[in-house]
């Protein structure tokens, strides 16, 4: 009797420490059907839900917001840096249909998910001076035909390259193609400087960053990773000759063999330690590498140029934050102004003073003084007219997961491109299916 | 298994001396009267409740999700489904299936961590355990260095560990060849279990100096004086009067182990195939929106898990319970009967 009881004790213990297990998991209901488009009643306090805010221009702007409607303030809410943590939350808040979080700053590409999910409002779009904005970076926004989001921050890849070596080796201008590239590169190598120094490098680790470069070189190559419908199209010549560039670039030492384990840090320290000759990067590296504090090793001596590709200039992916309205938030009326306000030509301005990005409205890459500030407006503009966006698909989680295991595959020889390829056009067909 | 192996020796103390003293402690206090049962039961229920609401009403939810499946999308309309469809038992018999292959990477590499690493940090931690169970100048400050690792956070951890194992970090630098530890491949589950044994070792390490510290001393002096040797003395004294007290650290490591997620995700990647452990697997359904699945993964790891805590405490006898507190207290009286165990 003792050591029976004994035992039940010690199994029910042992199965406390089991349960510790399952905890990860949250529940989630359905949501009803979404309000009806262009129902935004009711005025009152909201807030604005985005990651951290590490230049400290976001709660100026919201003070400025705060100021001039003292009965509908605006809360900054938080997020942490971390964009998954910031996606998962903004689920959690949409899944238990809570009004605590009211505007959301969403990466673009969890657009397309929030607005099928109906977890974001589908917004009038006559609204917002859509017009004004550059039209790739609308796209991210929208939804079979729907505005869903409007665009208040973009993100575009560029070449970054040395200005220094390339005029001593002779090379007037930055190559458009990738031949272009790997020729410039021979030549530039052939320079005393240049001993030891690799051609090229992007963001090869396996995570978003690969996504991103491998759908640049897709889209380059005039291939097409998913189409508006979400149908992959990777078993095409075009598609093989975007990832090739890249698996042939890691094979023959085009980019450095250590480039598999980079993320935007790496490349950027990489290239500001003048280890590379070209870097395909975002704005956000400019000014860093333009530091004259001794952090950079290249301040002075590199330019920008769009992105190469395979027979002319190539296509950027997009980043970039858009703002949208919580389906299950109050205040509505108050959330549209807000967006208005946030997303408005007069405070990008004032945020790009303080923090490069890539503004949404065309206008602001001719600003003589923004120009002055970030000289590759201007390159940055032309990069993102001719941006492909992200693939569009609702489970982009498992997109890119799929891509990423494919190109890294590939990548580090364990596939061939093309059967890498091939899995990926499978992979995708089962879980984005209709 | 270490008292089938001693049967004349140091004689486990529990089963030694139950019998003379079992009359006397055997006695039960008076039976408890109906009022006082009601007491008590009123006294625990607090406790109870919350067992009941942060224990058992998530596990029963987890396992109710568990048997639905993923909203699809509606091609006409182009929005999810409002609701997940009942599926029953389908996300459990998935991982027979094709798609099964994800589950069984992540189960074998969760097994493999596991062992590799308890087994690691089992050595490690009796060995740190017997130098900071030395008295020597300097203890105090060797015993507080040691527990510095278990201290620092698991996502630090993973950061830290991360720029040693950067492609130009220290660690190529000692090995003097440039391995790319955060890539695809085995040498990233050995930069796991690198990281994994230097943090949690001295876990072990402080369990096993408690049960060292119980062990008193006339014990080793008998045995010296019956002329047994430093090896002997460990073999025959050390490690059945440790063995209570090392029983519960593997077993607590094993089941942390079970669960390991935040190390491999910080210091390899999210989306790494050599590291994917059942956590991550769980943790990456839910990301993406299918709890059913997510939950489902939950729900077997969580019977694993449990089998194998079930394992430990039948087969082993770890004693994580305190056995009523009745051995507890024997062992606290030991010293006063040494020639029990000279004997």
Redesign the interface.
């Known amino acids: 009797m003792k050591t029976r009881t004994t035992r039940a004790v010690r199994s029910a213990c042992a199965g406390l420490l089991g349960l510790t297990a399952v905890t990860a998991c949250g529940t989630s209901g359905g949501a009803p059907p979404a309000a009806k488009a262009g129902t935004f009643e009711g005025r009152g306090p909201i807030t604005y839900v985005a990651g951290k805010d590490t230049t400290g221009t976001v709660q100026a702007v919201l003070d400025r917001w705060n100021k001039a409607h003292p009965d509908e303030k605006v809360t900054f809410v938080q997020l942490p840096t971390d964009p998954d943590a910031q996606r998962q939350q903004m689920i959690q808040n949409a899944e238990i249909k809570s009004d605590a979080f009211t505007v959301l700053s969403l990466d673009a590409v969890w657009t397309t998910e929030f607005a099928a999910h109906r977890w974001v409002d589908r917004l009038p779009a006559d609204r917002f001076p859509l017009g004004r904005m550059l039209d790739p970076i609308v796209g991210t926004a929208t939804y079979r035909g729907g505005l869903y989001a409007v665009p208040a921050t973009s993100d575009g890849g560029m070449l970054y390259y040395r200005t220094d070596l390339l005029r001593r080796a002779g090379i007037a201008e930055p190559p458009t193609t990738w031949a272009e590239m790997k020729a410039d590169c021979a030549k530039v190598k052939k320079l005393p400087e240049a001993h030891g120094m690799s051609c090229y490098a992007g963001q090869f680790q396996k995570y978003e960053g690969l996504t991103v470069n491998v759908a640049e070189a897709v889209n380059s190559a005039g291939g097409t990773v998913t189409d508006a419908r979400g149908r992959p199209h990777l078993d095409t010549p075009q598609a093989k000759a975007g990832l090739d560039f890249l698996v042939d670039a890691v094979r023959d030492g085009t980019v450095p063999k250590e480039a598999i384990t980079y993320q935007e840090e790496d490349a950027r320290q990489a290239f500001q330690a003048g280890k590379l000759i070209f870097e395909r990067q975002w704005p956000y590296m400019y000014p860093l590498a333009a530091k004259k504090d001794g952090s950079s090793k290249v301040a002075g001596k590199f330019g920008v140029a769009p992105l190469p590709g395979l027979h002319g200039p190539g296509a950027s992916s997009l980043g970039g934050h858009n703002l949208a309205l919580t389906a299950s938030a109050k205040n509505k009326a108050t959330a549209l102004d807000f967006i208005e306000f946030f997303t408005n030509e007069e405070n990008q301005r004032f945020s790009l003073k303080y923090a490069p990005a890539a503004p949404t409205y065309a206008s602001l890459y001719q600003d003589p003084a923004l120009v002055k500030t970030y000289p590759y407006l201007p390159t940055l503009k032309r990069s993102i007219l001719h941006a492909v966006p992200r693939p569009r698909v609702f489970r982009y989680g498992d997109l890119t997961a799929a891509v990423q295991r494919a190109a890294y595959a590939a990548l580090t020889g364990e596939k061939s491109s093309v059967q890498a390829l091939k899995d990926l056009q499978r992979a995708l067909r089962h879980p984005m299916a209709e | 298994m270490a008292e089938t192996q001693t049967p004349a020796r140091p004689a486990p103390p529990a089963a030694r001396s139950e019998r003379p003293t079992a009359p006397a402690r055997r006695r039960r206090p008076p039976r408890a009267t109906a009022g006082t049962a009601r007491l008590a039961a009123l006294l625990v229920s607090p406790t109870l409740l919350v ?1 009941g609401v942060v ?1 058992l009403y ?2 029963i ?2 396992l109710q ?1 568990s048997l639905y499946g993923t ?1 699809r ?1 509606d ?1 006409k309309t ?7 469809p009942f599926v029953g038992l389908q996300n459990f018999a998935a991982i027979f299936d094709e798609a099964g292959s994800r589950f069984w990477n992540a189960f074998w590499n969760t097994t493999f961590l596991t062992v590799t690493t308890v087994l690691l940090e089992t050595l490690i931690g009796v060995a740190m355990a017997l130098i900071m169970h030395r008295a020597f100048r300097g203890r105090a400050l060797v015993r507080a260095s040691i527990l510095i690792p278990w201290a620092i956070p698991t996502a630090v951890t993973g950061l830290l560990w991360r720029w040693i194992f ?3 970090g220290i660690a190529n630098a000692l090995i003097g060849h ?1 391995v ?1 530890w ?3 491949g085995f040498h990233a589950k050995v930069a796991v279990i690198v990281a994994d044994v230097w943090k949690t070792a001295p876990f072990v390490g402080l369990l096993v100096l408690a049960g060292l510290q119980v062990i008193p001393d006339e014990v080793y002096e008998a045995a010296r004086i019956d002329g047994a040797g430093v090896l002997r003395r460990f073999r025959h004294i050390t490690l059945p009067l440790v063995k209570p007290a090392l029983l519960v650290a593997v ?2 490591r094993t ?1 942390d182990a ?2 390991m997620f935040d190390l491999p995700y910080i210091l390899i ?5 050599s590291v994917e452990t059942l ?1 991550m697997l ?3 359904q ?4 299918r ?1 059913g699945p ?2 489902a993964y ?2 077997l ?3 694993y ?2 089998l194998i ?2 394992a ?3 087969l082993l006898g770890a004693d ?2 305190g ?2 507190g009745k051995s507890a207290r024997r062992r606290r009286r030991l010293p006063r009967r040494p020639q029990g165990v000279a004997a």
């Open positions: 067992l224990v998530p596990t939810v987890a999700q909203r999308l091609p182009g929005f999810v489904e409002d609701s997940e950067h492609s130009d440039q790319l955060t890539t695809e077993l607590f089941l079970l669960r990647g999210a989306q790494k195939t956590s769980a943790q990456d839910a990301a993406n929106v709890f997510a939950s939950a729900v790891l969580f019977v898990v449990f805590a079930l430990f405490v039948r994580i319970v056995d009523d």
